[in-house]
């Protein structure tokens, strides 16, 4: 065990979850700026839940250190709001009567693969946002959604398994305690 009770923390901007939901976050604001009218209601609720989901994750990160428990729902408020943005696009494309890429598509394959370049950011894929039709901004959007919300998943999964294996802030500072009396005893 460290020497101090505080769990590791921080470090959000070193996770891929939060790298790729500052991408949907960028491409969200690009879209909604070009595609959609600014007074539409649905522009700013898109745009506050791709934020959302980017600052929940460095928020629970942040919060990690001293809760676990509270590292773990603020992930899950991410995933949340990023599931709630998938269906805003979703809903663009039916609306329009627009295609929905097919999971395995020639197009969705070839997002998928760009996510595997190093450094990878809205860069990666500023070209084919900025350039493209709304159908395609859309199905490229949701591509990039789905990759966030996988990973969220997982560390969703590993944040869960390390509250068991772990316990939570309490449980640490106790055995931290009964440990250092133990060493005074003796």
């Given at each position: 065990m460290p020497d101090g009770f505080l769990f590791p923390h921080g470090g959000y901007k070193t996770l891929l979850s939060y790298k790729k939901s500052e991408i949907v976050f960028d491409a969200t604001v690009y879209f909604t700026g070009k595609?959609?009218?600014?007074?539409?209601?649905?522009?700013?609720?898109?745009?506050?839940?791709?934020?959302?989901?980017?600052?929940?994750?460095?928020?629970?990160?942040?919060?990690?250190?001293?809760?676990?428990?509270?590292?773990?729902?603020?992930?899950?408020?991410?995933?949340?709001?990023?599931?709630?943005?998938l269906?805003?696009?979703?809903?663009?494309?039916?609306?329009?009567?627009?295609?929905?890429?097919?999971?395995?598509?020639?197009?969705?394959?070839?997002?998928?693969?760009?996510?595997?370049?190093?450094?990878?950011?809205?860069?990666t894929y500023r070209n084919f946002i900025e350039t493209r039709s709304p159908e395609i901004v859309a199905n490229i959007i949701?591509?990039?959604?789905?990759?966030?919300?996988?990973?969220?998943?997982?560390?969703?999964?590993?944040?869960?398994q390390d509250f068991v294996k772990e316990g939570g802030l309490r449980e640490r500072m106790t055995k931290i305690r009964l440990e250092e009396r133990k060493k005074q005893k003796y």
């Open positions: 595609f959609l009218n600014f007074r539409d209601r649905t522009v700013d609720q898109m745009v506050q839940a791709a934020r959302s989901g980017k600052q929940n994750i460095a928020e629970g990160s942040m919060a990690g250190g001293t809760s676990k428990e509270t590292e773990l729902k603020l992930t899950n408020v991410a995933r949340a709001s990023l599931e709630e943005l269906i805003d696009f979703h809903d663009f494309l039916r609306i329009r009567n627009f295609k929905l890429w097919d999971k395995e598509s020639r197009e969705a394959k070839y997002i998928r693969k760009l996510a595997y370049r190093s450094n990878e950011s809205y860069e949701i591509c990039l959604i789905h990759q966030c919300n996988y990973l969220l998943d997982r560390q969703i999964t590993k944040l869960e």
